[in-house]
Structures are given as C-alpha cells and as structure tokens.
C-alpha cells in the first residue's frame, strides 16, 4: 500500500472513533439561556460602556507609562537588543542578497542593499507562478530564481532566470532565462550558480514511489543558447528518504558539496548521520551516489523532527561546508537541540563548527538567545567560517537575519517578510 | 427592531447560524484537529474556540457561505498554535502522550493505523497539516492553501517533505 493510502486509511480510521461531542457552550450560554438574561446582559453593557471604556483608557495609559519608567530604569534587561552591524563587520559580508518574500498569497522576489537596508530590486512572481528558491554568485551581483508554473493537473513547468544587476551607476538589472529539461512534475527544483559564473547546477526531486525520491543533478552552462541541454546530469534513486539539501560549489567551480540522510544511501537504522558528499563536476554523466564521495559526517538531521532528542544531543537542520572545505557549520532548531543556556530560557538556535577533517565540533559560533522555536539555518560563510550570516527564527514566525562574526552577532536589514517555507535556506542568498 | 420575542435580530441570526453550523460541521472539524493534536478533549476546546470565534465576528463576515472556511482555516491556525506553546513549554518533546481516553481508543486501532498516527505526529505541524488536509481531507493543493494560509508552493513541498519524513520514520521504526 503506498504511504498516501496509508495515510488516508489511519487517519480516517482514527477520525471514525469520534463519534459524540460536546455541544457548544457560548459565553453565558447564549446559545441555550433565556432570551431575557441576554438582553439584560447588552442593555447593562452599554450602561456600564459610557464610563467603563474611559476609565478603562486612562488606566492603561497609566499603566503603560509606568511600565516603560521600569523598563528605562531596569537595572539589568532580561534580553539585550541584537546591535546592527557595524560597516566593519559588513564589508566582510556580501553587499547584495536576494530574498523571496512572502505577504499573504502575495510573493515577491527582492534584491537588498544591507549597507543601506534598501530594496534595490523588487519585482512580482511572473505570470501568476510560484517563486522557488534562489542562490548567488561569488561576484556579488548575479542572482538564480527559480520559479515554477501549474500548467494543467498533472504538469509543473519550472524556469530559471539568471538576474544581475550592473555595476554603478543606476544599479538596473537585466535577466536572461536558462532553458532548462527534462524537469516537469519534479516536486522541487533549485538552481545554483558557481562562484565564477560560469555553470549552473539544477537539482530536482521526483516521488517515483511511495518511499522514493529521484534525485536529478544537471549542469549547465551559465550563458547557453536556447537549444542547449545539460553539460551532464547525475540522478539517485533516494529510498525512504527526502531531498538532498544544502547544495553548493566549491574548488574552483569544478565541485559541488551537497548532504544526504544517511539512511537513503544506505539504508541504516537510526541514528542516521548527515552526510556531506562531494561530486566533481567534471567526472561524467552517471550515478549521483557512484559519483560522489563522502567528506564529512555531520550529527543527524532526523531528531529535528523525530523528536524527542537524546539530552545535549545535537542535531543540524542546516549543514554549509565553508568554502576552503575545512569546516561544518551546523544550524540547530531552538528547543531540541540545545541544554538551557539561560535561565527562563528554554533554548536558543545556534550555530556550530565542526572539523571536516575529524568531524569533531570545534567551537559555538553562535547561541541565539531569544528562545523563538525554529532553525539556525547558515546562508553564507567567508572561507573559513570566521564570519557567517544565518536565518534565525524572530517573534511570530518572521524570519530574521543575522551576521556572526568575531564571535558576535549583529543583525542585518530585512525589508521584507521572508517565504513561510521549510527553513531550508533556499529562500534568501548571499 | 426587534423579534417577536424581543430578542436582537443581529443575536438571533448569529445564534442560528452558529448553532446550525455547529450541528452540520463541529464533529468533523473535531475529527480534523483530533488528526492534528492527538487528543479529543484538546481537539473539541479548539474548535469550540473556533466556533466562539465565529460566533463573536458573525456581524463582520461579510460572506455566510464562506464561514465554513473560516472556521476550518481557525482551527487549522489553533492547533499550530497549540503545538507552538506546548512546544515552547515542554522543549523535550514534541508531543505529549495522548490523554487515557484516546490512548484507549487509539489502542482500538490496528497496530499498522497506530504507527502511521504516531509517525503523523512526529511530523513538523506545517508538514502534517498539509498531509491531513490532501489525504484526509482530499483538499486540492490550492484549498489545503488557503485552509494553511500559505502559498500552494509551500503546500507542495510541506506535502512532500510530510510523506517522505512519514516513509522514513515508518521505515526506521522510529516511532515512539
């Protein structure tokens, strides 16, 4: 039985043992009182309303001005404000990143200035289709978006332009679109441009089964004519397991860094690891997993959801390998991960560093405070991890970012409400 | 102006609708949170809450027909709202074991229905709202959006990603 047969049988299994409820009790059970009790109730509220609301005004204000004398005057604040970077710490960092926002039904694809936090470009999701993921260039001025198109029940149509904005002055951008094939009804699809700008790898998943995922990576070339196909393309077949994630270039634009669950290569009961596997893009067309090679086993991703976890054990939603290869840096989800770090404080998402070499953690460079549940999922890190911006949950589910560097976190400009996606960091690029 | 029995006519058409409402969809919409938080006491608070809801806004919704969606759009958010203060709560666990009474009445399932259930649960809530309302519900992925309150891109892969979290945690015995 496939797992959405599954699904649909135990769900409505358990949803048929309902059978008697409560009836609705409203307030003074209006629902079932006298008629008499409620319009005494409304006529006594609008006696009492014409002095109540006024008194009621003023006490509030009373209130709140009492409140912000305590506050100014706390001797020690519960929480101190994230400060904002300082120009010392953002010339380290990208000038330009691209973000899908997200209000309501409405998407928008932005390109930030966080030296000025403007919006330098802005623009709607073409033709009524969905914005999917995006991903930067090393040159701090090209931007992938890939988005996609329903074209009837059964057809998912994806594109990928290629943004870039021109150097000074005016700061215009044009776009120009990578034909990409064989991609239709893949359920996913991100697009990544090598630091030099030279290729683009595309990688796409399609539920080939009730537990299997086709994982397909193709290359292509950045600037392509219409008629081009892929360069070379890798596919696996991932059992019982999700997407690949936390895709990027590395040497030279000839490797690409990506991490699988464990379990879907091999097959191992938990726990599962994270492996971060490394394909050179060179090597011919074939097998993604033959292809590839193991480089680092990072702590699991499954506990962030399998919950709970084993005490003081941690597990990375996100996995980036800095750009020298040498370090992990884990992104961990607030409330699972992490052992109380202060107290009233449950826990904070943090970022890790872990050795490539000995897949040892090597040193925190960052424990959130605020105890907003959600993942750390790092976007960008210089070569060696010294300074790195992640995601990080903020108040009501908004996304927020953050730069850590010397062992410091500073927040950066996000004029925009960040995709409510999956927190797999596809969403914002540096 | 007033009914023959002196009672608002604003009250009364909020109490009969309401009321009718209640009679047509609250044992379903249980059985949806049910799905979602796992216990029926937790289940009926939320959409009694949800149905008090409407109840209090009936005069500012401005499309009758449209309350059924209201109602299941609010008790979509309640449970979400119930797993994130839990959460927030209790940091080791996701889930609490079920009250005794659907502890007894889960233990009525079989045992394959059981593991699926408590997999469902071990499921991030985005992804297991939207896995509850394709395959339990039969929502279109564009209803089962508007019910999220999110794009039909992200019910998409939330969908996906659900299935594929279910096929792995059911595969590695990770069921608790």
Known sequence: MSIENRVRAATRARADLVRDIRPLTLPGDLLFSDDRLERARLRGARQVRAWVIPLAVAAVVVALALTLVAVRHAAAPRQEPVPVAPSAVLAKI????????????????????????????????????????VSASADDRTFILTSSTKVNQDTTRWTVRKIRLFPHPGLVYNEAAIAVQDTDNAVHLNAFLSPGGREVAVEFDRLTGPTTVTTTIQIYHATQSPSSGPLRTWTASLRDAGPIGDLSWHGNDQTLVFSTPDAAVSGDRPPAYNRERALTTTAPSGDLIAASRVIFSGPSSLNVFAGPATPNAVSCAALRITPDGQTAVCGTRAGVDVPDARPGCTAGPSLFAYSVRSGQRERVLAAYPP??????????????GSTVVSEFPGKSTRTVLRVVSGGKLYSLPLPATPRDGTGDGNGIAF | MKSPSGELPALR???????????????????????????QPTAEDIVQDAFLGLYRRWSALRDADKALGYLRSSVVNKCRTFHRVRFRRQAVTLDPPPDAASAEAEAMLGEAHREVLVALRQLPPRQREAVVLRYYLEMTEEEAAQAMGISRGTVKSATSRGLAGLARILKEGGVR
């Open chain 1, 371 to 384: 105890c907003d549940v959600g993942d750390a999922v790092p976007v960008w890190t210089d070569a060696t």
């Open chain 2, 13 to 39: 058409d909020a109490r009969q609708h309401v009321s009718a409402l209640y009679q047509a969809h609250a044992l379903g919409l249980v059985k949806l949170a049910v799905l979602m938080v796992g216990d």
């Open chain 1, 94 to 133: 990208p000038q330009y990143y691209a973000v899908i926002s997200q209000d309501n039904s409405t998407q928008d694809f932005t390109i930030v200035d966080d030296r000025t936090g403007q919006k330098v470009v802005d623009f709607a999701a073409p033709g009524g289709g969905t914005l999917d993921s």
